[in-house]
């Protein structure tokens, strides 16, 4: 298994592979993205998966940067990232992840993975970091593919009440909950003020930026715990969703959900237990 962060022209280009599969997440920017005819985006919560020894068709205009993974097909054949892509995409190339599941996943993949000297590529560059059979790469796209559905149509859905600006940032913030985010990081994103992002929270979500931010961290964490098939300590967990003090992770959760992670974590695997 090879992965790289890529970036795409402008100008449309087309090809196909015949010995792996390509999964493409979106760090920043949109690709255009065509898989044997039927057209599609990935950006924001939206990824592609394109199947191997099918043509595809790519562009993107502007500043863009994808995580590609390149999944031998073996591979993804045994360790059922095929099964479970056929089984939430219904034959589609595009899914979306769902809400709360893609924030600490794209920064476990894009930030922890990869070496802080890499260089990036244009177009189809050689990858730079290899991962042949890296169990925790696996569990980590299988996580993703677990918490996903299909994705219906090529716009993207910002809901009838929200607007643009703060669903952007809310994607934007989504995708890099292992980072230290600040609100006037939120506020750039969104070209608001401040005070005027902090009054749209109010508005629309009924909480501030911040604990906004916190809860998603939160509600990531409980996912990954839930998850049995995902080795991670409770202080790598708490590292993976944003937090640098395990402490702080564990009250944090604990006022939120009224349990421990650790609980949490033994109940799942109690309930595994009993099922198999």
Known sequence: MHYNLRHYRAEAERHSHADFHQIIISDVGKLELEVEGRAGEVCGRRMAFVEAGRSHAFRAEGLNRFLVLDVNIDLAHKTGIEALWQSRGRASAYLELQNGAQGSLLGLLDRRW???????????????????????????????????????????????????????????????????????????????????????????????????????????????????????????????????????????????????????????????????
């Open 114 to 276: 990869f070496r802080s000297d890499a260089s990036e590529f244009t177009g189809d560059g050689m990858p730079f970091t290899n991962a042949i059979g890296d169990p925790g790469l696996v569990d980590q796209i299988r996580l993703i593919l677990g918490h996903s559905r299909q994705a219906v149509g090529t716009e993207k859905k910002t809901g009838s009440d929200i607007p643009t600006r703060l669903v952007r940032v809310m994607d934007w913030a989504e995708t890099r909950l292992t980072e230290d985010i600040a609100i006037s990081d939120m506020a750039r994103i969104a070209a608001q003020s401040e005070s005027t992002l902090f009054a749209a929270f109010q508005r629309y979500l009924g909480t501030s930026p911040m604990r906004w931010l916190t809860a998603k961290r939160l509600q990531m964490a409980w996912f990954l715990l839930q998850d049995c098939q995902i080795q991670l300590s409770i202080g790598d967990l708490a590292n993976a969703v944003g937090f640098s003090d395990q402490s702080a992770f564990s009250r944090a959760f604990s006022r939120q959900f009224g349990r421990t992670p650790i609980t949490v974590r033994r109940d799942a695997r109690k309930l595994l237990g009993a099922k198999l």
